[in-house]
């Protein structure tokens, strides 16, 4: 984080680039601190004011600036999180999230992201194990909360989350869908049952494992014939 310096401090040179009408010189002497306070006087050169946000510059003014993108800022640095939590904007709320605040009330959230952010955290595992939404029963999988109810979990991308985490491999390396099938031979799992399996990028990992490769060098398929050839 720079030094802040102010306008009336600056060098001819500096006060130059602050008043600048090019945006890349506004947005540098932000950076380097110069004229902070004549800078966020500015308040339509949002990304100039992103940049003193995220040096923590001025977030008593910032945090209710109708750029979106300012408020996740201003959230970002932990200010104003109490009324950033009701910010209409998902971005600022996921950014309270990202925090940690609020997450009694943000696992309600009815943004996807927001509330795979509160999983993320592990809070409200046990109800968000049951959440609508595929991405956030991933991220519940990724805290290794539910692998047990998750590897029978409809959504293909849940399965595979629930494989990287080495869980239920058995089980799952039978599965229908080929991508849980591959994350299941990423884990080295049952290569000797894979080696034969119908996909190829399946058969792929299980070359990149250094398996079978006498066998797999006669693959029909000339993307794993090139792994075993480069292996």
């Known amino acids: 984080m720079a030094d802040f310096i102010p306008y009336a401090e600056l060098t001819s040179e500096q006060k130059a680039m602050v008043d600048s009408t090019n945006r890349r010189d506004r947005s540098f002497a932000a950076i380097n601190g110069y004229g902070f306070d004549k800078l966020i006087t500015d308040q339509d050169d949002w990304l100039v004011l992103m940049e003193l ?10 945090f209710d600036h109708p750029v979106a993108e300012v408020r996740q800022m201003v959230a970002r640095q932990g200010y104003a999180l109490d009324k950033l939590i009701n910010d209409e904007k998902a971005g600022v709320r996921y950014a309270v999230a990202k925090q940690g605040y609020g997450l009694d009330k943000l696992i309600t959230d009815p943004s996807s992201t927001v509330r795979g952010e509160v999983a993320l955290k592990g809070f409200g595992l046990d109800t968000l194990v049951n959440d609508p939404d595929a991405y956030v029963r991933t991220c519940v999988a990724r805290h290794g909360y539910g692998l047990d ?3 029978e979990d409809p959504d ?6 629930v494989a990287k985490m080495g869980f239920g491999l058995d089980k799952l390396i039978t599965d229908p869908d080929a991508d849980v099938r591959c994350v299941v031979a990423e884990q080295g799992y049952g290569l000797d049952r894979l080696i034969e399996d119908p996909i190829w990028f399946v058969r792929e990992e299980v070359a990149l494992h250094g398996y079978g490769l006498d066998r797999l060098i006669d693959d029909e398929s000339w993307t794993v014939r090139a792994t075993v050839a480069y292996s």
Not at 53 to 62: C, E, F, I, T, V
Not at 156 to 161: C, E, K, P, Y
Request: aromatic share 10%; glycine share 10%; charged share 25%.
């Open 156 to 161: 293909s991308w849940v399965r595979q989350t």
């Open 149 to 151: 109810k998750l590897v």
């Open 53 to 62: 946000a995220r040096q923590g510059y001025g977030l008593d003014r910032l």
